[in-house]
């Protein structure tokens, strides 16, 4: 069985309702990226089905790839290979902890290979891509022109779907910046609007525009709520509040932060009552494995 036919694609799409979509009056629909698969879910598939697509499967036998102790990327990476029948080798970012956390614990389950760097060494190597001797080198997150090929297919599965904003959480720009090139096509650019999960005024606009030569692209940059995975008091009461009325398991580090937003666009009046709003869930519910200690339940 190829790893497509285990994939949930077209993701579906589930209108939903809470306390605050009815008080201000908007429609607010999910693209559950989330359900793609149990593990290689959300935009983690997105990025690597680009670049699997880039090489031939004969052309090497392993993949390497790069992340932190809580990556998702690199389970997705490790449950990919498993299924493809490749080796994976994961190189981690800071020491080999004394107890390893329950992220790597499921990369090794998958059967990847950990290797631990110091972050000097990381920061030289962590966007390596492409083939050298046998393997197959992915940047960390999968953040590289091949890893955006994949998430334009975001927008296409929307078919005929009217939206009058569609929204995503960034953490590197590659996802809004395959949907960004898609919709520029449509001309539609104006209907995405990017939210920045960590610090840094314009960072994901610029790596945007950099990285990827697209410009124009709305991102919000003033709710990250601290930085990258933090949290706080008011974004795990909105997460358990949105949970409980909808079913949807958000994540605290993408999804959780982008849905927060949508609700302050409301209150704000960024989002106008009567809008049609479409989030993308991109998945990485594993991210919860390092914040069960932080949550007050």
């Known amino acids: 069985m190829s790893i497509e036919q285990q994939l949930n694609i077209p993701s579906p799409i589930h209108t939903v309702s809470t306390s605050w979509t009815d008080v201000y009056g908007i429609t607010l629909s999910i693209k559950r990226d989330d359900l793609i698969h149990p593990i290689i879910s959300g935009n983690k598939w997105r990025k690597l089905s680009g670049i699997f697509r880039e090489f031939a499967e004969e052309s090497y036998s392993e993949v390497v790839t790069y992340g932190g102790a809580f990556s998702n990327h690199l389970v997705a990476t490790a449950a990919s290979c498993a299924i493809l029948g490749k080796k994976s080798t994961g190189i981690i970012r800071g020491e080999e902890p004394k107890v390893q956390n329950a992220v790597l614990k499921l990369c090794k389950l998958y059967g990847m290979h950990l290797q631990f760097v ?142 927060l937003t949508i609700q302050k666009c409301c209150e704000n009046g960024t989002i106008a009552r009567g809008e049609r709003v479409l989030a993308i869930h991109t998945g990485g519910l594993t991210g ?8 007050d339940l």
């Open 118 to 259: 110091t972050r000097t060494e990381y920061k030289e190597v962590n966007r390596t891509y492409g083939i050298q001797d046998d393997k197959l080198y992915v940047p960390e997150g999968g953040a590289c022109q091949a890893g955006t090929v994949g998430c334009k297919n975001i927008i296409t599965e929307l078919v005929t779907a009217k939206y009058d904003k569609i929204m995503v959480a960034c953490g590197t720009g590659t996802t809004l910046a395959g949907m960004a090139e898609h919709l520029q096509a449509l001309h539609q650019l104006s209907k995405l609007v990017g939210v920045q999960v960590l610090k840094g005024k314009d960072y994901i606009k610029h790596e945007v525009e950099n990285t990827y030569g697209i410009q124009g692209v709305n991102v919000l940059d003033d709710f990250h709520g601290g930085g990258y995975a933090k949290m706080n008091t008011e974004l795990v009461h909105f997460i358990k509040d949105f949970n409980r009325e909808t079913g949807v398991l958000l994540d605290p580090i993408y999804t959780g932060k982008l849905l």
């Open 288 to 295: 919860w494995f390092g914040k069960w200690e932080e949550l």
